[in-house]
């Protein structure tokens, strides 16, 4: 058995399960002696089942699979008790990785994206405050142009909601304040008008100086 035959077989794996007959159980063990490849990757994949025992015990213990009938002595200690199960423990962390957390990441960051937006101007006055077309529990982004002060070290931000509750506070230090500050607001899923509140840190001390609110308006669609 070479390699390719051995990868296509997916020996490996049905070594591990006892799923190999009596001719392709002698020819992958005399392959494992001069292929360093297969043999690293049975030896993964026994301590990952080894480590696996703790996770897969319950109080009605499965019992051991069967050893092969001709097996070399070195390769004794690969063959954990609870290959199958541990197996099929990382099937279903491979297929839930594939069907759910790698498309969530790809769909994340996998692509550009031009997300909603809208410019809030802190210390003035608007009679119509900006609006923000999202979709719900999405991010959208906030441009915040902050007044420069000199007597403020650094800046603290506070968002609140359409009913007057605190839902995040940022810092933002005073050189990344001396330009517009981008801000990624998570997802909610209230629409409604809401206020970003920005207050200085006064140099030399701890004391904070409110610099303005600017409300905006969230419509969900």
Same mark, same amino acid.
């Given at each position: ?35 360093? /490849? ?136 005073? /050189? ?33 100086? /409110? ?11």
């Amino acid at each position: 058995m070479d390699h390719n035959e051995a990868l296509r077989l997916k020996a490996t794996e049905r070594y591990l399960l006892n799923d190999l007959d009596t001719e392709q159980l002698d020819q992958f063990e005399e392959h494992l002696f001069g292929c360093p /490849e297969c043999a690293l990757d049975l030896r993964a994949a026994a301590m990952f089942v080894e480590q696996s025992k703790s996770v897969l015990s319950a109080p009605q213990r499965l019992a051991p699979l069967p050893k092969p009938t001709r097996s070399s002595p070195w390769l004794a200690w690969f063959r954990p008790a609870f290959a199958a199960p541990a197996l099929a423990l990382l099937l279903l962390t491979l297929g839930y990785q594939s069907l759910v957390t790698i498309p969530a990441i790809k769909g994340a960051s996998g692509r550009p994206a031009v997300l909603p937006f809208a410019t809030l101007t802190v210390a003035t006055r608007s009679s119509n405050p900006p609006v923000v077309h999202a979709h719900p529990a999405r991010p959208f982004n906030l441009l915040l142009n902050i007044p420069a002060q000199n007597r403020f070290s650094s800046y603290l931000v506070d968002l609140y909601d359409p009913a007057g509750k605190l839902q995040w506070s940022l810092p933002i230090s005073a /050189e990344a304040a001396s330009d517009t500050v981008p801000l990624t607001v998570p997802g909610v899923s209230t629409a409604g008008t809401f206020t970003l509140m920005v207050r200085g840190v006064v140099q030399g001390g701890n004391d904070l100086a /409110e610099i303005g609110k600017q409300p905006f308006e969230l419509q969900l669609q």
